[in-house]
């Protein structure tokens, strides 16, 4: 299968990512590297840096994708407070603009 991993250089996206390769599929992963590390993924992934709200962006990678897993995002819950739009920008509004681009089926 074809999966498209948003916040696939993040601790849980760069495991997911390397376990999906190692099992035969194909991975595409978006992340912004604002903490990911993308040297964590195996070199057969296919890495695009970019915004969840990018949504043109979005439209390319989903081509032919099956499966997407969600994973972008802003954790820290001390930043939350003193950055709540922010945060909901990448983990309210990302969520919707990945929704929006997957509804667009381009
Ligand atoms: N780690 C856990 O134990 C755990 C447990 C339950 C749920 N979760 C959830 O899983 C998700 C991932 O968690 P994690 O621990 O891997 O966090 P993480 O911070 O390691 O990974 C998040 C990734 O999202 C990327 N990112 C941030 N903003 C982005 C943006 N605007 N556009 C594109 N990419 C962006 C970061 O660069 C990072 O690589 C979060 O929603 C988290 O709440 C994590």
Partial sequence: MNFLITGGAGFLGAALSNRL???GH?????DDLSTGNPDALDPEVHFTRGDINDRPKLWTLLQDIHCVYH?????????????????AKVNVCGTAT???AARDDR
């Fill in 71 to 87: 994973l972008a995002a802003r954790v820290s819950v001390q930043e939350s407070i003193l950055f709540p739009r922010d945060y």
């Fill in 21 to 23: 390769l190692r099992q």
């Fill in 26 to 30: 194909h991975v595409r992963v978006l």
């Fill in 98 to 100: 990945l929704m929006e």
